[in-house]
């Protein structure tokens, strides 16, 4: 079974100061990643994903998503935070193979003071 | 936002009732999904389809139904609803399970 942890129920960060969201997955096979940001009584909005290639993926707003294969993780980053950047944050994982549906992570809740 | 509505927005019902969801869709993408989205879980899949009548059941599909007779409609059912069925309900789409996938503005459901 897939799976995804996200270690860090909230960050706190400075804004102007860079941000990491932590995020570690399990999956058979090579994965597919993906973030997704949740503003307040919003939907999900996509950020960026991960299918193969580049280790480095950049996204929506200025983020950016390392994948690192041996230590199974998908850390979304960015370099100098914002106010508005303040919102739940969810790393999701599938696998390569038929019809695997995405799994997420708790979520993450990124504050950022001003 | 992508072109996905939900209806209603806010719903509360008494339990034992049914309840039905709807999500409609105008960007013709064949899969279509059902979450709920619970404090302390993240969001958890319901059932999905992967076309018209095709469906298949997610993680946590007891006591739902779902159903897609067109491409653009995808209905969930709480046959007889439950205080544990208190949540809130996203629709999400996409073209290929490998791709993103796009979310409505989901349901606000409370069952009293």
């Known amino acids: 079974a897939q799976s995804v942890a996200q270690p860090e129920d909230q960050v706190n960060v400075a804004e102007g100061n860079p941000l990491t969201v932590k995020c570690t997955y399990s999956v058979s096979g090579n994965p597919y990643l993906f973030w997704y940001v949740q503003y307040p009584n919003r939907g999900l909005q996509f950020l960026l994903k991960y299918i193969t290639g580049d280790n480095l993926v950049k996204g929506s707003y200025g983020f950016e998503a390392e994948f690192n294969k041996s230590q199974t993780s998908f850390h979304l980053k960015k370099p100098s935070a914002l106010v508005s950047d303040s919102a739940l944050y969810f790393c999701?994982?599938?696998?390569?193979?038929?019809?695997?549906?995405?799994?997420f992570g708790k979520g993450t809740m990124l504050l950022v003071s001003p | 936002d992508a072109g996905i509505t939900q209806s209603p927005r806010h719903k509360v019902t008494e339990t034992g009732t049914p309840v039905t969801l709807r999500c409609h869709q105008t960007e013709n993408h064949r899969y279509m999904y059902w979450y709920r989205q619970d404090p302390g879980h993240g969001l958890r899949l319901i059932h999905y389809?992967?076309?018209?009548?095709?469906?298949d059941k997610g993680e946590v599909s007891d006591g739902y139904s779902v159903s897609r007779s067109k491409t653009e409609d995808f209905l969930l059912t709480l046959e007889s609803a439950t205080s544990s069925q208190t949540s809130v309900y996203f629709c999400a789409i996409s073209r290929d399970p490998a791709y993103e996938q796009y979310f409505g503005p989901g349901t606000r459901l409370t069952v009293t």
């Open positions: 999701a994982v599938r696998g390569t193979s038929g019809y695997s549906t995405l799994t």
């Open positions: 389809s992967y076309g018209v009548k095709d469906t």
